[in-house]
């Protein structure tokens, strides 16, 4: 009987938690999904779908017949971009630069217009990379200047290359690593290492901590002993704010999906009316010979 009071009592228990939510109707209703990144000196390219409630479990359905036109920040009509292929748009005849904020707008049959705007900042530049070798693994030292009159978040990626060239045949063989590790506190992003240290493809960070000064950001690659050569090509980004709280919100998203205890992370957009989001930056890289 004692059982069979607890198996009751855990019943109601469970049929009290069940609640419905009833979503007003513009939350559900689809909308235009605008992803982009503006690089300067490169071709500008767009996606677009549609958008889907949660409980939806397929791939989006993509825009193909969607008009989509890039717009100057005093609101002058600088191109309108042709679709290639699965949602794909491309801007031919126009190359976006530095320092220059745009706009990109988009309509679509008898969905709500969408429209986002981002900066291009101004390139940075690398200043110097100094490195060591401690057994397999490579050491650098990346130095740039910040800007105090303004706010800035940067991106870094560190990739190396590495070259074989086979002793019988002569084959040359080649193969990349983008992941990397790093010590620096004041990134925003990364997974943390039992050796205390965060690794990842790209790291994320604002200038909060070093406003107006040099910034110098470590990171450390394990290198393959058997190259013949090893090209390391280090790369600062200087990105845009929505691109940053995209990238870390995302990632954030990432970390915590499926984790019953976990706070709801909001997956950052820019986009008006619609989701997405709608980046730019600039970049400088330095590209390094190791034999």
Same mark, same amino acid.
């Given at each position: ?10 019943? +109601? ?12 109707? @513009?939350? !559900?209703?689809p909308? !235009? ?10 071709? !500008?390219?767009v996606?677009? %779908? ?5 409980l939806?479990?397929q ?5 193909t017949? #969607?008009?989509?036109?890039?717009? %100057? ?13 699965n949602g ?6 126009? +190359? ?6 745009y ?5 679509y049959? &008898?969905?709500?217009p969408?429209s ?6 101004? &390139? *940075?530049? +690398?200043?110097?990379? @100094?490195t ?7 050491k =650098?030292e990346i ?18 290359? %590495?070259? +074989?060239? $086979? @002793?019988?045949?002569?084959? &040359?063989?080649?193969? /990349?690593?983008?992941? =990397? ?11 943390? $290492?039992?050796? #205390?240290?965060k690794?990842?493809?790209i ?5 909060? %901590? ?9 990171? /450390?690659?394990?290198?393959?002993s058997?190259?013949? *050569?090893v090209?390391?090509?280090i790369?600062v980004?200087?990105?845009? /704010?929505?691109y940053?709280?995209?990238?870390v919100?995302? /990632?954030? =998203? ?13 997956v950052?957009?820019?986009?008006e ?10 970049? $400088?890289?330095? *590209?390094?010979?190791?034999?």
């Amino acid at each position: 009987m004692r059982y069979f009071v607890l198996f009751i009592s855990a019943l +109601i228990l469970f049929e009290s938690c069940e609640k419905e939510i009833k979503l007003k109707e @513009d939350e !559900i209703e689809p909308r !235009i999904v605008l992803n982009g990144l503006i690089t300067a000196g490169d071709t !500008i390219r767009v996606q677009l %779908s549609e958008s889907r409630n949660v409980l939806y479990d397929q791939e989006l359905p993509v825009v193909t017949t #969607g008009v989509v036109e890039l717009y %100057s920040s005093s609101g002058a009509l600088l191109g309108t971009f042709t679709h290639e292929a699965n949602g794909n748009y491309v801007l031919n005849g126009f +190359i976006p630069s530095a320092g220059n904020t745009y706009r990109i707008d988009a309509t679509y049959n &008898t969905f709500k217009p969408v429209s986002a705007s981002t900066e291009v900042p101004s &390139t *940075t530049l +690398i200043n110097s990379i @100094d490195t060591a070798m401690q057994g397999n693994i490579m050491k =650098y030292e990346i130095k740039f200047n910040d800007n105090a009159a303004e706010e800035n978040y940067y991106a870094v990626t560190v990739k190396s290359i %590495s070259v +074989i060239i $086979d @002793d019988f045949t002569g084959d &040359t063989i080649m193969w /990349e690593d983008t992941y =990397y590790e790093t010590a620096e506190i004041f990134t925003q992003n990364g997974y943390a $290492d039992v050796n #205390g240290l965060k690794w990842g493809q790209i790291f994320l960070f604002s200038d909060a %901590s070093f406003n107006g000064q040099q910034c110098s950001f470590s990171a /450390e690659q394990s290198v393959t002993s058997d190259a013949d *050569t090893v090209l390391s090509v280090i790369t600062v980004h200087s990105i845009s /704010e929505s691109y940053y709280k995209y990238k870390v919100s995302l /990632e954030k =998203y990432q970390q915590t999906e499926g984790d019953p205890f976990a706070q709801p992370v909001q997956v950052f957009s820019n986009v008006e009316n619609g989701f997405g989001v709608l980046g730019g930056y600039s970049s $400088d890289s330095d *590209t390094l010979v190791l034999n």
